[in-house]
């Protein structure tokens, strides 16, 4: 196993800009190859993969504490309790006048393995159209669905149940030794035949898998999970197959600050990280000998290029940031899926909400997991995930064009959990609840530095269900998830709606319910646009070598690149992006 340390002991000069951010205690500074900010998706892949062979030196830099150790990050049923304390960022996004000028909780893991050790852990590769349009945008066809086959196998280790597959899965789509560990959610039985009956009654295509490149239909749900247990990035890459490696160095509760310039003539060049140790305010800078790599995240990387003068002149100045480049793109062009959640009761008491409101079951589940890793608590509420589009003949279609990857990429979704989900508190009862994301989204917001306190939390504007394509999906996903509880199948279980199932009769009605009821998201993606060598100049951040375009010494690799958002929960997409990064890097001269 790697060491993982607190960087209390390691010290070095400050510029005195920065002295009111902390105690300076001189010292040399320390040289390694790469320095890694982040050790999220993205940045944990890295590290991992470039000290393979010994040849580089790595330094991961790690924001929040270690994840060791940390039940409520290792058990899968309980994950929410992870996005509120030390765990969790505990950001908000701005009001928003698409959800009733309200604000809400945007979390971001604040842990080792960043945001894979505190989400939902579903594991979803997007449609195969979405890597091909990543392809045409870069002009650069490795970047295609069957050419990025190899990459998905090395991140995956799918874990099939026992006995045959059962068209509950596909064993040639996946990779069965790679980082992260895959699985199916087996409990929750009693759900699964009306589940699937109800998507037949409306319609709705089965799926054997929801990774093959087509997610359209209903497909039972794969989470990173492994023996019981969530795998992230922090348990794959820097927790395994790493031992004995003293080139790679990860530091936790380390927060990078900005990247300092280097002095004396020549091109623009940032090869130094300035951070702080979280645990006694100490100072502390480390240099990279060949490139700081920022894997920060959607949120966290446009504003530690801010802090270090990156970006819109403007707006560095409003907060008292000397401007050191122009980069017009940073911190724009941010997508979300915004989404959703609905309640319906149901006459059963085999829904999961007894695990939260019967604390002598939630005993024994707890009992069974620490025996054995099985049971309830070794799996999360889900079991199945629904991708669909809107009709050929929607109106909307005769004032938008489809922006779509294509043909098998999902314009929404819609994900059953095996207890209640809306927003709020839970009244008396069982439920059955259902979420439902637009996962094309046309509205686009900004990450933005907090003037007042650029260390504080950013200005996060999701901007979310701004367009009318935007409303008109997300109107389409909840009425056809009122029709799928309507079905047949779900009759012997007497479902009712936890709402006035009217507010569907009419799209203003509809309007002001999603206001009421929905949220941002927690997929972003986009603050830090990847494009083409030769793109237009300020309309991305970085080019097809992650490097930061028009500086030298930074490349970025994060959610932040992706230059829309996939149809898939972002975490496997960042994982790919990563491993084919590492690749680029290590090719470099």
């Known amino acids: 196993m790697v060491r993982v340390t607190a960087p209390s002991v390691f010290f070095a000069?400050?510029?005195?800009?920065?002295?009111?951010?902390?105690?300076?205690?001189?010292?040399?500074?320390?040289?390694?190859?790469?320095?890694?900010?982040?050790?999220?998706?993205?940045?944990?892949?890295?590290?991992?993969?470039?000290?393979?062979?010994?040849?580089?030196?790595?330094?991961?830099?790690?924001?929040?504490?270690?994840?060791?150790?940390?039940?409520?990050?290792?058990?899968?049923?309980?994950?929410?309790?992870?996005f509120g304390g030390p765990?969790?960022?505990?950001?908000?996004?701005a009001p928003t006048p698409g959800l009733g000028n309200r604000n809400g909780p945007y979390?971001?893991?604040?842990?080792?393995?960043?945001?894979?050790?505190?989400?939902?852990?579903?594991?979803?590769?997007?449609?195969?159209?979405?890597?091909?349009?990543?392809?045409?945008?870069?002009?650069?066809?490795?970047w295609s669905w069957a050419r990025i086959q190899s990459y998905f196998r090395k991140n995956e280790a799918f874990e099939a149940p026992p006995g045959p597959p059962n068209n509950r899965f596909?064993?040639?789509?996946?990779?069965?030794?790679?980082?992260?560990?895959?699985?199916?959610?087996?409990?929750?039985?009693?759900?699964?035949?009306?589940?699937?009956?109800?998507?037949?009654?409306?319609?709705?295509?089965?799926?054997?898998?929801?990774?093959?490149?087509?997610?359209?239909?209903?497909?039972?749900?794969?989470?990173?999970?492994?023996?019981?247990?969530?795998?992230?990035?922090?348990?794959?890459y820097l927790r395994q197959n790493v031992a004995g490696r003293t080139n790679l160095n990860v530091r936790v509760n380390a927060r990078a600050l900005r990247l300092v310039p280097n002095s004396g003539p020549g091109p623009l060049t940032f090869r130094t990280v300035e951070y702080r140790d979280e645990t006694n305010g100490n100072i502390i800078q480390v240099s990279a000998r060949r490139d700081v790599i920022v894997s920060a995240g959607v949120i966290d990387t446009p504003t530690l290029l801010m802090r270090s003068g990156l970006g819109d002149p403007a707006e560095l100045r409003a907060a008292n940031i000397t401007p050191r480049f122009?980069?017009?793109?940073?911190?724009?062009?941010?997508?979300?899926?915004?989404?959703?959640?609905?309640?319906?009761s149901v006459n059963t008491t085999l829904t999961d909400d007894e695990l939260d409101k019967d604390p002598a079951l939630f005993a024994q589940e707890l009992e069974r997991w620490n025996t054995n890793k099985t049971g309830r608590l070794a799996q999360t509420s889900l079991t199945h995930i629904m991708y669909n589009r809107l009709p050929r003949n929607h109106s909307i279609f005769r004032t938008v064009s489809?922006?779509?990857?294509?043909?098998?990429?999902?314009?929404?979704?819609?994900?059953?959990?095996?207890?209640?989900?809306?927003?709020g508190a839970r009244p008396a009862g069982n439920f059955i609840g259902m979420t439902q994301f637009v996962m094309a989204p046309t509205s686009t917001g900004s990450v933005k530095l907090n003037s007042a306190d650029i260390l504080g939390p950013p200005i996060i504007n999701a901007n979310s269900f701004n367009t009318e394509w935007d409303k008109?999906?997300?109107?389409?996903?909840?009425?056809?998830?009122?029709?799928?509880?309507?079905?047949p199948a779900w009759a012997p279980f007497n479902i009712q709606p936890t709402f006035d199932p009217t507010?569907?009769?009419?799209?203003?009605?509809?309007?002001?319910?999603?206001?009421?009821?929905?949220?941002?998201?927690?997929?972003?993606?986009?603050?830090?646009?990847i494009g083409r060598a030769n793109s237009r100049p300020g309309s991305d951040v970085v080019g097809p070598d992650f490097r930061v375009k028009g500086i030298r010494g930074v490349r970025i690799v994060d959610a932040s690149v992706l230059p829309f958002s996939p149809a898939a929960h972002a975490m496997v997409p960042v994982y790919v992006l990563a491993e084919k990064a590492a690749d680029t890097i290590k090719g470099a001269p």
């Not at 050790?117 to 990543?134: K, V």
């Open 472 to 487: 008109a999906v997300i109107r389409h996903a909840i009425r056809s998830s009122i029709a799928y509880m309507r079905s």
């Open 326 to 344: 122009t980069i017009p793109a940073l911190g724009n062009n941010f997508i979300e899926h915004p989404g959703v959640p609905i309640s319906w």
């Open 503 to 529: 507010v569907a009769d009419t799209d203003a009605r509809l309007d002001a319910f999603v206001a009421a009821s929905g949220f941002g998201g927690a997929h972003g993606v986009g603050t830090a646009r």
């Open 107 to 142: 979390f971001r893991g604040h842990v080792l393995g960043g945001s894979t050790s505190i989400n939902g852990m579903t594991y979803t590769r997007g449609p195969s159209a979405d890597w091909d349009r990543l392809a045409s945008h870069l002009g650069d066809s490795s």
């Open 402 to 423: 489809d922006p779509s990857g294509g043909a098998n990429a999902p314009h929404y979704e819609q994900i059953v959990a095996n207890k209640w989900v809306t927003l």
């Open 170 to 236: 596909t064993p040639s789509v996946h990779g069965t030794s790679g980082a992260i560990g895959v699985s199916l959610n087996l409990n929750n039985e009693w759900i699964v035949p009306p589940t699937l009956q109800a998507a037949s009654e409306i319609g709705l295509p089965y799926n054997n898998d929801v990774n093959s490149g087509n997610p359209i239909g209903i497909s039972w749900q794969q989470f990173a999970i492994k023996n019981g247990a969530r795998s992230s990035a922090a348990t794959g």
């Open 13 to 82: 000069l400050l510029l005195p800009s920065l002295a009111a951010w902390g105690n300076v205690i001189p010292r040399a500074p320390e040289d390694f190859d790469y320095v890694i900010v982040g050790a999220g998706a993205a940045g944990s892949v890295l590290a991992n993969r470039l000290t393979e062979g010994n040849r580089f030196s790595v330094l991961l830099l790690e924001a929040g504490p270690d994840n060791e150790g940390v039940l409520e990050g290792t058990l899968p049923y309980i994950y929410p309790r992870m």
């Open 87 to 93: 765990y969790n960022w505990n950001y908000s996004t």
